[in-house]
Nanobody, 125 residues
Framework: VQLQAYGGGLVQAGGSLRLSCAASGRAFSSYVMGWFRQAPGKEREFVARISVISSNTSYADSVKDRFTITRDNAKNTADLQMNSLKPDDTAVYYC???????????????????WGQGTQVTVSS
């Protein structure tokens, strides 16, 4: 599985961006898709994930009610709609995919099997 993340950019505080993650390979619908971010000098942190069932989503408290993760299994994509952006959201955003397992909650980076290259999001104040 290869993942390509795109859609980052520079936006003012309060603005919106939509990130997309395009996946190649088969059986996309059997993978959990997640988004993580890493700000300079900080560890990579969980942002959101969507399970194989699109209604099953989970968010970090810091982005809840502002970000929305969706997936389109027909297009092999997973998107992250980011609204009401804050300067603290500035980071490199990574998409990741992991084989579904009931024992995992997919909020930790080591639970994922494949990673995209990252896309920069910068929010100016």
């Amino acid at each position: 599985v290869q993942l390509q993340a795109y859609g980052g950019g520079l936006v003012q505080a309060g603005g919106s961006l939509r990130l997309s993650c395009a996946a190649s390979g088969r059986a996309f619908s059997s993978y959990v898709m997640g988004w993580f971010r890493q700000a300079p000098g900080k560890e990579r942190e969980f942002v959101a994930r969507i399970s194989v069932i699109s209604s099953n989503t989970s968010y970090a408290d810091s982005v809840k009610d502002r970000f929305t993760i969706t997936r389109d299994n027909a297009k092999n994509t997973a998107d992250l709609q980011m609204n009401s952006l804050k300067p603290d959201d500035t980071a490199v955003y990574y998409c990741a995919s992991g084989h579904f397992r009931t024992s995992r909650n997919f909020r930790y980076s080591d639970e994922y099997d494949y990673w995209g290259q990252g896309t920069q999001v910068t929010v100016s104040s």
